[in-house]
T-cell receptor, first 115, second 112 residues
Framework: NAGVTQTPKFQVLKTGQSMTLQCAQD?????MYWYRQDPGMGLRLIYY???????DKGEVPNGYNVSRLNKREFSLRLESAAPSQTSVYFC??????????????FGPGTRLTVL | QQQVKQSPQSLIVQKGGIPIINCAYE??????FPWYQQFPGKGPALLIA?????SEKKEGRFTISFNKSAKQFSLHIMDSQPGDSATYFC???????????FGTGTRLLVSP
């Protein structure tokens, strides 16, 4: 049981390049999330997927796209990377539904630098 | 109304001290208040959580105190150890809500 896995662990991009961050969970969770973490700003929600087939914007969605490939996988794409997107990116997942509290399980993160 | 305000931003205590981290929320519909612990280079992990039907919850050396009327909750770490040095996030949510509303985090350093 690996929990939430993310690839890659580290990435350096040049301005304008594109890349996709991958996330997978093996806990049969319904909901998945992408956050970015910057010093002094905590965890900011980029996009989330409440269930397979749905995605919604979070607090800071500009410059990103997501795909909920199936129940296990949720990817984050940067189409044209900018230095402002230098950050640590975390994926998380949770069981969700009318009778559930939002206990999120986080992956180990991807450290992205955009030059 | 969805904000959770966390303080202090950073905290240094000596080994054995009792660091206290405070959070305040606005939305009275919130009824789930977790704390997450994050070590350097790792993802956050759930540490302890409380619901408003109790005023205090203990798990080992970690205690959450909850004040519903003041809309505040706090994390106390008893007999703190250098291994407790980490960033701590409070959060708030409610049953069936799709998101966690996070505080901005507190970086704790416990000196030997």
């Amino acid at each position: 049981n690996a929990g939430v896995t993310q690839t890659p662990k580290f990435q350096v991009l040049k301005t304008g390049q594109s890349m996709t961050l991958q996330c997978a969970q093996d806990m049969n969770h319904n909901s998945m999330y992408w956050y970015r973490q910057d010093p002094g700003m905590g965890l900011r929600l980029i996009y989330y997927s409440a269930s397979e087939g749905t995605t919604d914007k979070g607090e800071v969605p500009n410059g990103y796209n997501v795909s909920r490939l199936n129940k296990r996988e949720f990817s984050l794409r940067l189409e044209s990377a900018a230095p402002s997107q230098t950050s640590v990116y975390f994926c998380a997942s949770t069981v969700s539904g009318a009778g559930a509290y939002n206990e999120q399980f986080f992956g180990p993160g991807t450290r992205l630098t955009v030059l | 109304q969805q904000q959770v305000k966390q303080s202090p931003q950073s905290l240094i205590v000596q080994k054995g001290g009792i660091p206290i981290i405070n959070c305040a929320y606005e939305n009275t519909a919130f009824d789930y208040f977790p704390w997450y612990q994050q070590f350097p280079g790792k993802g956050p992990a759930l540490l302890i959580a409380i619901r408003p039907d109790v005023s205090e919850k203990k798990e080992g050396r970690f205690t959450i105190s909850f004040n519903k009327s003041a809309k505040q909750f706090s994390l106390h770490i008893m007999d703190s150890q250098p291994g407790d040095s980490a960033t701590y996030f409070c959060a708030a949510s409610m049953m069936g809500f799709q998101k966690l509303v996070f505080g901005t985090g507190t970086r704790l350093l416990v000196s030997p």
